[in-house]
């Protein structure tokens, strides 16, 4: 079965086109960064793989507005930040009032910051000014001295609200002391259906080949329709538009079921861009597996393996939020939730016409029933919202209405970065 829409999908790379060129650059930042943290990630775990690079990318951003000295430069170096403080903020904030455009109405994509002060603490007003315009980062004081538990719960319920309930309790118990002074949040929701919906009366059940060699049964989602796909050296890249065209997934998919790490070894944002440019549309088998994943890791280790080290020690000089060097980042978590199914929305379905599938040549088959990378893009800046690696699939628990008119959307949700500050005088939380 097809189910197409009346015109043809946009191409990933034409919408970010018209972005100003220090956007640009904060985007050619997050993408290299992205891929920098996925190697890190990919040769730690086997397994499942699933974050939010932007999530991680903007929280850092925030920090580096109070960073200075070597601590600044190692930030900089990591997170490929190319502009000087005056425009980067600037920029990131450009970003970030892009995705959170409220004429992107055919899914919701929302980005949320905010600061958690220690109350009565002598933040210095650039600090605060410079996140407040351009993160809409607001102060909301607390009191992590008195009161640390208290505080901790607050923060996680302002993380679970942000993110429809998806992420809970992502500051560990102990993970707020009284040593803390400040934790900076960011959180990214995507709710998306998508541009051609699956039809669950399609979806198969089937083996999934691991790398290992083992399968496991599960279900296989199937339509056939027009896509941007290539074939390229040892891997297909298949391009999955979401309703409005301005989000797509992206998966790549090894031509052979223990080739992943090998592409993974190739991949790079410069890699990925010249996939997307040479994409093209035609009509595609496509087999998806319908999946969900959860991640929860810390970030200190991976992000000194790639230069970023003294700001996670009494080394650190982040004097530009208080005007001494007495801060330093205790705490840097991540957590990130995904959820993958055939669902679609009435407003999808009324676009589309349902046609039988007649060809005298067979079209190309995308059938991700091995370990593949996958990412969703915002095809209007370009940046990577999301990147992970299917290994086994878990199959998403979500019931499935088998009308594809269903109000039940696909749900690809993710968070978030956090950092938690502590003062030099006090032992470090481990």
């Known amino acids: 079965?097809?189910?197409?829409?009346?015109?043809?999908?946009?191409?990933?790379?034409?919408?970010?086109?018209?972005?100003?060129?220090?956007v640009r650059s904060v985007v050619d930042g997050n993408n290299q960064f992205a891929f920098d943290l996925y190697a890190q990630l990919a040769s730690q775990r086997p397994d499942n793989v699933f974050f939010s690079p932007y999530s991680i990318f903007t929280a850092f951003g925030m920090l580096y507005a109070g960073a200075a000295g070597a601590t600044a430069a190692q930030m900089a170096d990591v997170l490929h930040f190319e502009l000087p403080q005056e425009q980067l903020h600037p920029a990131m904030g450009e970003l970030v009032r892009s995705l959170n455009d409220e004429n992107r109405a055919e899914y919701r994509l929302a980005v949320a910051n905010r600061l958690w002060g220690q109350q009565d603490y002598p933040?210095?007003?650039?600090f605060l000014g410079t996140l407040?315009?351009?993160?809409?980062?607001?102060?909301?004081?607390?009191?992590?001295?008195?009161?640390?538990?208290i505080s901790r719960e607050i923060i996680n319920n302002w993380v679970a609200e942000q993110t429809e309930q998806k992420i809970r309790d992502l500051l560990p118990e102990g993970s707020v002391s009284p040593a803390t002074r400040l934790v900076l949040t960011n959180a990214i929701y995507f709710l998306g259906n998508w541009r051609y919906q699956f039809d669950p009366k399609q979806t198969l059940t089937a083996p999934f080949h691991m790398a290992d060699g083992q399968s496991r049964t599960i279900p296989l989602m199937h339509q056939v329709a027009?896509?941007?796909y290539g074939h390229f050296d040892q891997v297909q890249v298949l391009e999955l538009p979401y309703a409005g065209d301005e989000l797509s997934f992206i998966a790549l998919l090894p031509d052979v079921v223990d080739g992943l790490a090998a592409v993974e070894a190739?991949?790079?944002?410069e890699r990925l861009d010249e996939y997307l440019e040479q994409l093209a549309l035609q009509k595609v088998g496509v087999y998806l597996p319908r999946f969900e994943i959860t991640s929860d890791f810390r970030l200190r280790d991976m992000l000194a393996a790639l230069g970023m080290q003294?700001?996670?020690t009494t080394a650190a000089d982040l004097s530009g939020i208080d005007g001494r060097r007495d801060l330093y980042v205790s705490q840097a978590v991540h957590k990130a939730f995904i959820d993958l199914d055939e669902s679609g929305t009435e407003a999808a379905a009324a676009t589309g016409i349902v046609v039988e599938i007649t060809s005298i040549h067979d079209p190309p088959t995308f059938r991700a029933d091995h370990p593949?990378?996958?990412?969703i893009r915002d095809n209007v800046t370009g940046s990577i919202l999301f990147l992970g690696r299917v290994a086994e699939p878990v199959a998403s628990t979500r019931a499935i209405v088998p009308e594809p008119s269903s109000i039940t959307l696909l749900a690809v949700l993710g968070l978030l970065g956090t950092i938690v500050f502590g003062r030099h005088r006090v032992h470090r939380l481990v």
């Open 372 to 375: 593949f990378t996958f990412l």
């Open 132 to 149: 407040a315009e351009q993160y809409a980062a607001a102060l909301e004081p607390s009191d992590f001295i008195d009161q640390p538990a």
């Open 123 to 126: 933040f210095l007003d650039s």
């Open 310 to 312: 003294d700001v996670f």
């Open 266 to 269: 190739d991949l790079s944002a």
């Open 1 to 22: 079965m097809l189910v197409a829409a009346e015109t043809e999908p946009v191409c990933a790379s034409s919408l970010a086109d018209g972005i100003s060129a220090n």
């Open 226 to 228: 027009e896509l941007r």
